[in-house]
């Protein structure tokens, strides 16, 4: 996991991002499955969810809201955060992106926004890309198995 989340930021990094730490953290995410499907389905539920996410604060900024106007979003969310992603891990990174990504334009106005709305899609795709690939690589030919068998039963 830690091999993982440091070629990750890495890759992240290389690609001239400023907060290589939202890749790691995809890897981290992904690799914390205990067998490769598990890793796979948060793959999965971890990239649509911030990219869906990150589509929300877009069309958040995009219209150029009051200060109070995003405190009352991040309190919604944070809320809505805490009650949905125990149950439901991609519906609660749709909420935590843009809560994140809110709270660091609120700290940081200059530096935040649609530039970092981007970093954290690209971010995202990094890291579970990374962390999808570290999950196959050492995954058991069992997991590989099980994954295969289950594909093939869905399309039948």
Do not use: K
């Not at 843009?98 to 990094?126: F, H, K, N």
């Amino acid at each position: 996991m830690t091999l993982g989340s440091a070629v990750a930021a890495y890759v992240a990094y290389g690609f001239g991002g400023q907060h290589a730490g939202w890749a790691a953290m995809g890897a981290v995410a992904v690799l914390q499955g205990s067998h490769l499907h598990i890793s796979m389905s948060r793959a999965l539920q971890r990239t649509v969810g911030n990219v869906f996410g990150a589509l929300l604060v877009a069309l958040v900024l995009l219209s150029q809201p009051s200060v109070w106007t995003i405190i009352v979003l991040v309190v919604i969310l944070s809320f809505a955060t805490e009650i949905i992603i125990g149950s439901n891990y991609g519906l609660g990174q749709i909420l935590v992106t843009p809560m994140a990504l809110l709270m660091s334009y609120l700290a940081a106005p200059d530096l935040a926004g649609m530039a970092m709305v981007q970093e954290r899609v690209v971010d995202t795709l990094i890291g579970t890309t990374v962390g999808i690939c570290f999950a196959i690589l050492f995954s058991t030919l069992d997991d590989r198995a099980h994954l295969l068998t289950h594909h093939i039963n869905r399309r039948r």
